[in-house]
């Protein structure tokens, strides 16, 4: 049996990652402050098997297999006893680097500690703990039981070791891990996120409405999904956080997040999560 793996946050992110674990045979234990938070999470993975038993790419009979892999708990403390843990918390910095300070003394000594951040320094994060050969990024794409890449990414002081076995790990998962520099944004939010910026600014301009920004990318670039359909799954404060980190990080204006993407953001339109983002659902 694979060891335990522990994930932190059962959100929309957390709860993929314990996914694609827990249909690959590993236990997992997703973590988060609240039981309905928690329930929320579960009952997406469970949907997500329905969806993947409907498309024929899941037998029925492994749904409760799946599912009962999955331990729900809340609190930190419960990260004990798995040789993995992976943060999957929202975009914050400060609750990046209080989860890691914490995990410091709850995780196993020789546990590694992964951040799913998708954009943070993965060495700042390190620097919170005493063991920074242990700290390296795992970052998924959404959504993750159907996205293949996995970044993974080294800090100054990630080891060769920690760095392999994120590696054959990401590959036991069915998925294909590609190993980039710990520079902000990486290399996938470095060149998608300037792109959903631009489509804002267009949008902002009067350059063309959404469905006519996003319907040009989608047939004259041949992208299944629109720029700002995109950034409303991905959420619009998460696309703002990313762009903050990058362009105070590199310090070029190209990265400056457009004005109206925070006023999304400051009047709570978010995208999907919300039900309003640049579309209504």
């Known amino acids: 049996m694979a060891e335990r793996v522990a994930v932190i946050g059962a959100g929309q992110m957390g709860n993929g990652i ?7 045979g590993f236990p997992v234990t997703m973590i988060d402050v609240t039981d309905d938070a928690l329930k929320r999470g579960r009952d997406t993975i469970a949907a997500n098997l329905d969806r993947q038993i409907k498309k024929g790419t899941l037998a029925a009979a492994d749904k409760d297999t799946i599912l009962g892999r999955v331990t729900l708990a809340r609190g930190l403390a419960e990260v004990a006893g798995s040789w993995l843990v992976i943060e999957a918390a929202s975009e914050n910095r400060d609750l990046k680097f209080g989860i890691f300070s914490e995990l410091e003394t709850l995780a196993d000594v020789d546990a590694i500690l992964a951040t799913n951040t998708s954009s943070i320094s993965i060495s700042e994060i390190a620097s919170q703990t005493k063991r920074p050969e242990l700290v390296i990024g795992m970052h998924f794409m959404n959504p993750v039981p159907v996205m293949q890449l996995v970044e993974v990414i080294r800090g100054l002081a990630t080891s060769d070791d920690t760095t392999k076995r994120v590696l054959e790990t990401s590959k036991a998962l069915g998925k294909t891990p590609v190993e980039v520099q710990d520079y902000p944004g990486f290399v996938a939010n470095r060149i998608l996120m300037p792109m959903i910026n631009e489509a804002v600014f267009c949008l902002m ?3 063309g409405s959404a469905e006519s920004i996003d319907t040009v990318m989608k047939l004259g670039m041949n992208h299944p ?7 409303d ?19 070029d204006p190209k990265y400056r997040p457009c004005p109206l993407l925070r006023k999304y953001v ?15 659902y």
Do not use: S
């Open 18 to 24: 314990a996914h694609v674990f827990a249909q690959n």
């Open 205 to 207: 301009e009067g350059v």
């Open 225 to 231: 999904m629109g720029p700002l359909a995109l950034a």
């Open 233 to 251: 799954l991905i959420g619009l404060d998460t696309c703002l956080a990313i762009l903050e980190v990058m362009h105070d990080g590199l310090g």
């Open 266 to 280: 400051a009047t709570g339109w978010l995208g999907r999560k919300t039900k309003r983002g640049f579309y209504g």
